[in-house]
């Protein structure tokens, strides 16, 4: 779907005059816009309608009245972009609302979590012969990334990728007895469902952390249910990265806990190489 408001931000300098008083009226007000005539937008713009129609050819659209077409699925695609909510602008507000809506979700996340999910996810985790965690996308990735750090070090055989090709070839060559631990903070990803409904027709166990009732949802047999509400603030990163960390660690947690001994002899090992070779004291954490 072409992005018409996008694409008069991005072009603007390069139009002629005429273009640039119809980019600066449609750019101040898509809604009134959306109301006029060919001739009440070229007469506003102190143009001709012919030159209303060359405008709108230039954008890729056919005619005027497929411009309002996809001028109001930009419209709507984008609502909150185009009045957004006042954001805070001293830096002591803006710290106050990010630390604010941490805690917010980390105490969410606490109330709403699966635990019965977290413990079937844990125990199959444990028993696993290899782990793939996939993840894509910016937050998604990072959480994949993170799977692997908490579970190397536990001495279980992990590995992470967040391109879609690999996640495919992976989960094709993957041996039995491996566990997919997959992550997408909207539940849209469409190539990450299909790679999880490949993995599922392989017969691996897939545990899935995204939002509920969602596409990749449907393609979990362990799911671990990850809702919030985004921010109004357009500004502020989202604090959905940090529900999904909390969980990660309770997930992380929780396998090292069910694999007793053996996770604990594989981190002093790591920390003693960290005590001798870079820390010195026993105080760091298990890493950097």
């Not at 809506?101 to 413990?119: C, P, R, W």
């Not at 992380?252 to 806990?257: E, N, R, S």
């Not at 069910?258 to 870079?278: D, E, P, W, Y």
Request: aromatic share 6%; with cysteine.
């Amino acid at each position: 779907m072409l992005d018409i408001v996008g694409l008069l931000q991005t072009e603007k300098n390069g139009f002629t005059r005429s273009e640039r008083a119809l980019t600066d009226i449609v750019l101040a007000d898509v809604d009134s816009v959306l109301k006029m005539s060919i001739v009440d937008l070229a007469a506003q713009a102190e143009v001709s309608p012919p030159t209303v129609t060359r405008f709108c050819r230039r954008l890729g659209c056919d005619s005027y009245a497929d411009f309002k077409v996809r001028l109001a699925q930009s419209r709507f695609v984008g609502q909150r972009y185009f009045s957004p909510a006042a954001s805070p602008t001293s830096v002591h507000e803006i710290a106050q609302g990010v630390v604010n809506g941490i805690q917010s979700i980390i105490y969410e996340t606490f109330e709403h979590l699966d635990f019965g999910a977290v413990e079937r996810a844990a125990e199959s985790i444990a028993k696993s012969s290899f782990i793939l965690s996939f993840g894509s996308g910016g937050a998604s990735s990072m959480m994949a990334g993170e799977i692997e750090t908490r579970f190397f070090r536990l001495g279980l055989k992990v590995a992470s990728t967040d391109d879609h090709q690999l996640q495919l070839m992976r989960v094709a060559a993957a041996p039995p007895g491996t566990v997919i631990v997959a992550f997408s903070l909207s539940g849209n990803n469409a190539q990450l469902a299909k790679t999880l409904t490949v993995a599922g027709e392989y017969g691996l166990t897939r545990v899935v952390a995204t939002r509920s009732a969602s596409m990749v949802s449907a393609q979990s047999d362990i799911l671990l249910p990850v809702n919030w509400h985004e921010n109004a603030d357009i500004l502020r990163p989202t604090p959905g990265r940090y529900a999904f960390l909390a969980t990660v660690d309770v997930l992380a947690q929780t396998v090292a806990t069910r694999l007793g001994a053996s996770a604990v002899a594989s981190m002093r090992r790591i920390k003693h190489q960290l005590v001798v070779n870079r820390d010195g004291d026993d105080g760091q954490p298990l890493g950097d």
